[in-house]
């Protein structure tokens, strides 16, 4: 046994620090950057940001709207063969390729029976393999196998926190790792199994090691506002994936349901009779897919030598996706802007951190979306 004494941080314990820069518009700052990898040929062109391979976030509705603002969409692993492909075909169409879509895979025989089965068609490039611990041998052996049957893919793999299995990982075949365990918002791994590494920590030194031997990696999971995202690309991330900042819209998927909540405001029933208002509010559901509820819903059930690593949660209902993206955008190029930096590649070299207790004033309460 040892202990690390070395400080770990999180997205919470940093903010950026301002910088004098010759840029004076928002409007200067260039968000698309153009990928090189170390064993796909390919170059893609795009702004890393991802929504997650979850059953409520990797939606083929998402997706549409994510290409419209050159962003990248893994759709999750519950949509059958053939609703990928007639997916597929149909967004090469609209939008001339797949380029910025991902195919997930786990490491089932199953599983790569179906991606064959995908990736036979041409019409796809780019895997992401998921697991949730990366540290087991089978999916070293499975990127391997991902590699050799497909050279000129695209693979994304994951989920680590070191820099060593970063490493591993690229060198066995992957060109983007994603780095994250328990960060997310309905992860419950830190809490059920003790195991896991702050996010911002995990970003620093695994983009450090990926950088090292020519590969690339994605942060998955933490990111709750858009600074988050901002010091996610800041610390060295290449790809940021998200999940709960992505659901409870419209083209998420989860059960939308319908609550009423009781009001201090009176109406009047008659001349004689009052009551308190009730007023109406819509929620979608969102959940870790290692939790009770998805294994139920895509598995058949919690086996036995399982426990359930995710929870359930019901977000208010946010409407059209596009608004939050804009968002998302508009705060990555404000960041950009403040540190001076024009590319989002040049994003790390810019940027300052400084250490805090404190980030935001809530003295009128959180903001909600």
Partial sequence: MRIQDDIQLDYCDVLLRPKRSALSSRSE????????FRWCPRVLQGTGII?????????????????KQHLFTALHKHYAAEELLAFLKDNAKLFGSNDLIFVSSG???????????????????????????????????YVQKVRKTWPECLIM????????????????????????????????????????????STVIECA?????????????????????????????ADFVMLGG?????????????????????????????CALHMEEKQFKKFYGMSSEYAQQAHYGGMKKYRAS?????EIPFRGPIEPTLLALLGGLRSCMTYIGAKRLKDMPKCATFYRVNRQLNNIFGEERN
């Fill in 29 to 36: 700052v260039d968000v698309l950057r153009q990928y090189t």
């Fill in 51 to 67: 929504s997650a391979n979850m059953f409520t976030t990797g939606t083929m509705q998402i997706a549409r709207e994510m290409q």
């Fill in 107 to 141: 490491v089932s025989e199953a599983d790569y029976e179906k991606l064959k089965t995908v990736m036979a068609s041409g019409l796809v490039h780019n895997i992401c393999i998921d697991v949730a611990n990366g540290y087991s041998p089978y999916l070293v052996n």
């Fill in 157 to 200: 793999a994951g989920n680590v926190v070191t820099g060593d299995m970063t490493e591993d990982l690229i060198l066995s075949g992957a060109d983007i790792v994603k780095v994250g365990i328990g960060p997310g918002s309905v992860c419950t791994t830190r809490k059920l199994t003790g195991v896991g590494r702050p996010q911002f």
């Fill in 208 to 236: 450090d090691a990926a950088h090292g031997v020519g590969g690339m990696i994605c942060a998955d999971g933490g990111c709750t506002v858009p600074g988050d995202v901002c010091k996610s690309f800041c610390a060295g």
């Fill in 245 to 273: 900042m992505l659901a409870g819209h419209e083209e998420s998927a989860g059960e939308l349901c319908v609550k009423h909540f009781q009001t201090d405001e009176v109406e009047m029933i008659d001349d004689k009779t």
């Fill in 309 to 313: 690593e995710g929870k359930v949660v």
